[in-house]
């Protein structure tokens, strides 16, 4: 696995493919039990959610393949993993578990070919948490999993917007 900026890597998602159908990125929010998962559609406009990987110090080979599973079926160029910045723009001390699993990662070798960047979590999880406090989830894992897959959709949504705007050329007809 390789890390690139974040318009570097949203510039090779948009040189590869067709306009119609370009591979696809997935958003990570890693926490230090569950893996939250988003996968962005076919035009990488819209994130979409996907599903939750538990996260142990043993399995990282397993989530390894995981990752190459949805690399195939989803056509993956890369990930978007979310990164707790503080209030000022410095590392903050949950990015540990962040940067430990992308190496972790990257020492499997089996996501060579794959890229990633980072992209800024912050309150991603409490404004999920707001979001799903009025459906009154009674199970505290299925909404710890539901809260770490939203936040994966809202970090690679806030990424899929960002470069969108700042990078894709002004097309009339796809509006």
């Not at 994130?47 to 990987?53: E, G, I, K, T």
């Not at 949950?94 to 940067?99: E, H, L, W």
Request: some cysteine; charged content about 25%; overall charge positive.
């Amino acid at each position: 696995m390789r890390m690139l900026q974040a318009e570097e890597l949203f510039r090779k998602i948009l040189e590869s493919g067709s306009k119609n159908k370009r591979p696809r990125l997935l958003g990570l929010d890693v926490g230090s039990k569950y893996v939250g998962l988003a996968v962005s559609d076919e035009q990488n406009r819209i994130a979409l959610p996907l599903s939750v990987l538990s996260r142990t110090k043993t399995n990282i080979n397993l989530m390894a393949d995981d990752f190459k599973t949805l690399v195939s079926k989803y056509s993956l160029a890369g990930f978007v993993v979310g990164y707790p910045f503080n209030l000022h723009g410095q590392h903050s001390p949950d990015a540990v578990q962040v940067r430990l699993l992308a190496g972790e990662l990257c020492k499997t070798g089996k996501l060579a070919d794959m890229c990633y960047t980072y992209w800024d979590e912050n309150f991603t999880s409490k404004c999920v948490e707001a979001l799903l406090h009025p459906l009154n989830l009674k199970n505290r894992d299925e909404a710890k999993t539901m809260t770490d897959k939203f936040a994966a959709v809202c970090i690679l949504q806030g990424y899929l917007d960002n470069m969108n705007r700042k990078l894709r050329p002004a097309d009339k007809s796809e509006a």
